[in-house]
């Protein structure tokens, strides 16, 4: 025994002596360090600047003794140039580097800044600012999850101008990632589909009934005037994902479970302050939770959307899309759907406040693009309680859209939604009974800051590397407001100082 214990001592020992701390002050120091890195050694980045750096790391770590790439002062390592980063190894850690007005050449699919390539990576504490190729269709994500159980904790995103979304999931082989604790700042609005500031990939894009997801997992982020593509903030277009905890503040566009099954949209809190285009939630799908959200000063508060009708066609105008990476036995066409149809969705414990349009609309979006496309079915099986719906200039609080007649026999297929509980403040019912609903007219000195209560939205202080936080309490980072990152003229026009008080 004492033989055995003295081996495995040596072998620790061994091992321990075998990690290298390597400090490196260039980039081909740091392109050589990166290639030869084994499990335990700690490459630290001396301050300074290394452009044109393609750091790959391909060897693998272990749970206890990780590769990790670091900024020796965190923040002060800064990478520009065609810089870019490619995990490709399993436990890879990278730490407080600091991307600033670099690009990286278009060419293939899923092209990122940073891309996880393999398992159990983290990248934390890292800021891409301005990462902007000269034009706007140079088309490549800033973070591609490509692997598995990998992390993206406390970053910086400031700024993102082109086509693809800011961080994306891949549809195969990339499960059980996060983004937690992130600050996405200043990403400029322009028209361009597929610039959304997380794009959720994975097993149920394509309407597939299957017990696996994504599983990924949006939690603790502020977006902060993170407009991008101005309609999908969060777009989640898979199985089993969680968005949890999040603040919207002042951002073009809503949460969005665009398609897939079983996700969770919870505890999220959107503050559209008047700006025109800001979204709450929308949804579609089956087998949603979407609870304790509270949304403020939107163009609307929560919809569910209509689902197309695909299994022939109603006109001979119909157009179904076909994909052919959705093609099964069961779909010889590979036929996707505009929306899938909403079922079985949980909606409870929401608030809603002070928005433009209805705060809930069940139905939304009921026969757009009509005749190519048949958005007829409306949800079904839904339970809708414990809501509460606020409207100080009074208007049309929910609103249920009814089957028309010749789709009837459509609508007979689908089970009646449940309401319970809910209370309507200042607002009027359409298309619904009272049955389910408490309506109520607004309290004399009603105040959105008492209907807040106890709720706390996420500060820039609360998220991000501790490093930009640091810089910005200083006066240091007046990076984070310049807007020359912007491709329209007039949003480049600095915004005059607030007046003290």
Partial sequence: MRRLLSCVTLAL?????????????????????????????????????YDDVKLRIAKNGTQGRPIQVVAAVPGEAILGGASEIDISGAYVVIDGLYLLNG?????????????????????????IVDYNPPGFETAYYWVFFNGSHNTLERCYFKGKNNLEPLI????????????????FKNIPYDVGNGREDIRVWGSGKFDE?????????????????????????????????????NTVRATRGGINI?????????????????????????????NHVVQGNYVSGCDYGIRVSAGEFTAYALTPDYSPKEKNNAKTAKNALGIVTAYPQ?????????????????????????????????????????????????????????????????????AAKSLANRFRSNVVVGGKLKGVSGSGFKVEDLAAGWTEKREMGELHPLKPEDVGPPWVIALRAAGNFEVEDDM?????????KPKKPKKAK
Avoid at 17 to 36: C, F, M, P, Q
Avoid at 168 to 183: F, H, K, M, R, T
Avoid at 218 to 241: P, Y
């Fill in 13 to 49: 020992l061994a091992a321990s002596v075998a990690a290298r701390d390597i400090t490196v002050k260039n980039a081909a120091e740091l392109k050589a360090a990166g290639a030869s890195a084994v499990g335990g050694d700690v490459i630290r980045l001396a301050p300074g600047k």
């Fill in 103 to 127: 690009a990286i050449a278009s060419g293939g699919a899923d092209r990122a800044v940073i891309t996880f390539n393999s398992h159990h990576g983290v990248v934390r504490n890292t800021a």
């Fill in 168 to 183: 994306g999931n891949g549809l195969e082989n990339a499960q059980y990632n996060s983004v937690v604790g992130c600050y």
């Fill in 209 to 245: 009934k299957t017990n696996e997801g994504a599983y990924f997992v949006i939690q603790g982020n502020l977006f902060d005037h993170a407009d991008g593509e101005g309609t999908e903030i969060v777009s989640l277009k898979s199985n089993f994902n969680q968005v949890v905890g």
């Fill in 258 to 286: 665009r398609r897939g099954a079983n996700n969770t949209v919870k505890n999220n809190i959107v503050l559209g302050e008047g700006v025109p285009g800001a979204h709450g939630l929308r949804m579609s799908g089956a």
């Fill in 342 to 410: 909403s079922k079985k969705l949980t909606l409870s414990g929401n608030t809603v406040v002070a928005c433009e349009g209805p705060d809930l609309e069940l139905g939304s979006d009921y026969k757009k693009h009509w005749p190519q496309e048949q958005m007829v079915l409306l949800p079904s099986d839904c339970e809708i309680g414990g809501n509460r719906f606020v409207r100080p200039k009074g208007g049309v609080s929910v609103e249920v859209v009814a089957p028309e007649s010749q789709f009837a026999s459509l």
């Fill in 484 to 492: 020359s990152c912007s491709r329209d003229p007039a949003a480049k």
